[in-house]
Structures are given as C-alpha cells and as structure tokens.
Nanobody, 130 residues
Framework: QVQLVESGGGLVQPGGSLRLSCVASGFTFDDYSIGWFRQAPGKEREGVSCISSSDGSTYYADTLKGRFTISRDNAKRTVYLQMNSLKPEDTAVYFC???????????????????????WGQGTQVTVSS
C-alpha cells in the first residue's frame, strides 16, 4: 500500500535551517507529484510547496519563496524540503502527500488543493523558537 514517511523535524532557533525528508513506497514514485503541507495549531492545513513528476517543476507558496527549496531524488524515492531562515511562524506539523493521479502537474496554487492529494504521511513537527 502507499506509504509516506516524513522525518527531519525538530526544534530550531529563528534564522536556523532544517531539511525535511519524505520517503515514499507502494507506488511508481517517478510518475507522481509530491507536495509538502503544514498545519499550525488552530489553523487549517496549508500548501507549502510541490514538485511535479515529469520535469521536476516546482511551486512555492508566495510567502515562502526564497527560503524553502523542494527537490526530489527518484532513485531514493524521496522528496526533500530545505527550509532556511526559519521564523517562529513556520512552527507547524509538516506533512507530505502524493497526488491521486499519475503525471498530474503541481505548479500552481490550485494544483495544491488538498483534495487532489490521496495519501498522506503522519507528519513531522517543526518548532522554531529561541
């Protein structure tokens, strides 16, 4: 069955960096776009970034451009989220998810609609605090 496992979260000071990993299994990894989402306490889950399957095109939420970088290593079946210059407002549980349909792109804000994603990981906590 489809499985996504996130890791790499933790406690970091403002201005610090973390790299999250999402290891996938149970499907043809190369054919599917993968997204990162986050959910802070009391807030709705929001799209952070996404990387497409076909050409590795990416999308970032406007407020995160320049600080976060998404990448994928198809040989390792892993998607990474490099997070730099972290702020307290980045504190959240971070989830990765795979789209329902193979070859579906993920390059616009609309492409990150939660309903387009079929399977989710359990999440990894990121806390930014001094």
């Amino acid at each position: 069955q489809v499985q996504l496992v996130e890791s790499g979260g933790g406690l970091v000071q403002p201005g610090g960096s973390l790299r999250l990993s999402c290891v996938a299994s149970g499907f043809t990894f190369d054919d599917y776009s993968i997204g990162w989402f986050r959910q802070a306490p009391g807030k709705e889950r929001e799209g952070v970034s996404c990387i497409s399957s076909s050409d590795g095109s990416t999308y970032y939420a406007d407020t995160l451009k320049g600080r976060f970088t998404i990448s994928r290593d198809n040989a390792k079946r892993t998607v990474y989220l490099q997070m730099n210059s972290l702020k307290p407002e980045d504190t959240a549980v971070y989830f990765c998810a795979v789209v329902y349909f193979s070859e579906a792109p993920c390059i616009t804000r609309g492409d990150m609609d939660i309903d387009r994603f079929g399977s989710w990981g359990q999440g990894t906590q990121v806390t930014v605090s001094s």
